[in-house]
Each structure stands twice: as structure tokens, then as C-alpha cells.
Nanobody, 115 residues
Framework: QVQLAESGGGLVQAGGSLRLSCAAS????????MGWYRQAPGKQRELVAA???????NYADSVKGRFTISRDNAKNTVYLEMNILKPEDTAVYYC?????????WGQGTLVTVSS
């Protein structure tokens, strides 16, 4: 049973920073991709950033230069450092884990950026 435990969401002023963490537990194949998606009210869920077990990263254009994704393979944990936050970053952020044909999701953590 794979579980994803997220933390770090909250309320922050525009221009501020937050660090999201997601720890995966259970039976996890070594070759996997972990990432963060977000869903704002009235919008579909979208990729924010993803990182492979080897460290290759992919970012949405809207967050490039502001967000940094990283992972600790020994701890099966992925992080998202969010800087220079904007009100449009407000959303529920979901941790994602992919391996094989399986896709696992965290429960989501709310990030609210005030102006």
C-alpha cells in the first residue's frame, strides 16, 4: 500500500515563500517520477513540476525560475520550494507518484497567496 503524506501548505503574502514536502511510504519501484500538481477553483489539475529518480526535472512555464523541485531518494521524499509567490499560485497542491502503470496521489495541501 502506497501512501503520500504532504505538508507545508498555508497562507503566505505575495512575494513570500513556502516549502512543500511529500513523503512516500509503501512498496515503491525504484524507477519512478514524483511531482506536484495543482488545481485552482474552476480550473483543471495541472502539472507544476516533476522529477525522476535520476534527478531530471520538468516545470510548468508559469513557475520556472521561481519554484524548485528536489527529492531525497533515500527518504522517498519530494520537495517543492516555492519563491516569489503570486496570488495566481493559489491552489490545492497535490503530490504525485508514478511508476509502472500506477499513479498515486496525496490528499492535497492548500496554498493561499494573499495580495
Amino acid at each position: 500500500q502506497v501512501q503520500l503524506a504532504e505538508s507545508g501548505g498555508g497562507l503566505v503574502q505575495a512575494g513570500g515563500s513556502l516549502r512543500l514536502s511529500c513523503a512516500a511510504s509503501g512498496s515503491i519501484f525504484r524507477f519512478n517520477t514524483m511531482g506536484w500538481y495543482r488545481q485552482a477553483p474552476g480550473k483543471q489539475r495541472e502539472l507544476v513540476a516533476a522529477i525522476t529518480n535520476g534527478g531530471s526535472t520538468n516545470y510548468a512555464d508559469s513557475v520556472k525560475g521561481r519554484f524548485t523541485i528536489s527529492r531525497d531518494n533515500a527518504k522517498n521524499t519530494v520537495y517543492l520550494e516555492m519563491n516569489i509567490l503570486k496570488p495566481e499560485d493559489t491552489a490545492v497542491y497535490y503530490c504525485n507518484l508514478n511508476f509502472g502503470s500506477l499513479e498515486h496521489w496525496g490528499q492535497g495541501t492548500l496554498v493561499t497567496v494573499s495580495s
